[in-house]
């Protein structure tokens, strides 16, 4: 096993151009759970991005903000600031203990690419953007577009993701909810997260699919005005945007009657074609 110590990010993108089969790890929260019995994680050459205080920045913007790669929960529960984006300290909160939300990080979160992942569905329901640089240059892309299937990122092998920007924009309605075997420390089992701004509505439901996922079908329904009396109505489409499984969690059935029962009852307050 070789890891190289980055001291600068430009270093770290020089050894990425130079070797893009290297896997970088900065908090390594997720990493060290598998490490005793994965023995091919022991045999990869990994980057540690982890003395990069470069990008443990978080700067707010007149209208967006900007979280350093190296960005953890734990400074987006501290800062109070972040009562603008309250569904970012809320989902923050459920990750783990105190000991991963101080260590883990926002980038990490979405790199790792869990169909669980409590931070993604967060960011994306508030339309985040995941800044991408290598050697040969930058570029952003919709956080909502960054998976192809589970474990496929829109990520060139020779790119680190640098930061993550999340527009700032009144929002009337805004609810994270996760649901786990109990209220901390547990890998989710169906969650979502809902927002309403000038830009339209936005579903997000994680542990429903390959990937965290945006519901475009949902919101489409939700958009229309279309009548819905029941956690049936929305069955068609919540079908049309997610395709749960049956794992060790839970049930493919469970997933799809929580998530369309919770989905409802948080819509109920909020959308008048709702009865």
């Not at 990010?9 to 050894?15: D, P, Q, T």
């Not at 900007?66 to 929960?73: H, N, P, R, S």
């Not at 999340?166 to 089992?189: C, W, Y």
């Not at 059935?253 to 109920?268: C, D, I, M, N, P």
Request: aromatic share 6%.
């Amino acid at each position: 096993m070789r890891v190289d110590l980055a001291t600068s990010f430009e270093e770290a993108l020089r050894i990425k151009a130079e070797r893009s089969d290297v896997v970088p790890v900065a908090g390594g929260t997720d990493l060290l759970v598998h490490w005793p019995d994965a023995h091919a994680l022991q045999e990869r050459d990994w980057l540690d991005l982890s003395a990069l205080t470069e990008l443990s920045h978080i700067h707010f913007e007149p209208d967006t903000v900007v979280l350093g790669a190296l960005a953890t929960y734990w400074d987006v529960i501290q800062d109070q600031r972040f009562r603008a984006l309250p569904l970012l300290p809320a989902a923050a909160a459920t990750v783990g203990s105190l000991q991963i939300q101080t260590r883990g990080t926002w980038a990490g979160n979405i790199a790792n690419a869990s169909p669980a992942a409590d931070g993604v569905p967060a960011l994306m329901v508030y339309d985040a953007e995941v800044q991408l640089a290598s050697t040969s240059g930058r570029r952003s892309v919709p956080l909502a577009d960054f998976y192809h299937g589970y474990k496929q990122l829109e990520a060139r092998p020779e790119e680190l993701i640098e930061s993550i920007r999340v527009p700032l924009r009144p929002h009337d309605f805004e609810n994270f909810t996760k649901v786990g075997s109990r209220a901390a420390q547990a890998i989710t089992k169906v969650g979502m997260a809902v927002a309403h701004s000038a830009a339209g509505w936005r579903i997000v439901a994680n542990s429903m699919a390959p990937t965290v996922r945006r519901c475009r079908t949902l919101e489409r329904l939700v958009e229309s005005g279309g009548t819905v009396d029941s956690p049936d109505g929305l069955l068609s489409a919540i079908r049309a945007d997610v395709n749960p499984i049956d794992d060790i969690r839970s049930t493919a059935a469970y997933r799809e009657r929580v998530f369309s029962r919770l989905l409802y009852q948080t819509l109920l307050p909020a959308c008048s074609s709702f009865s």
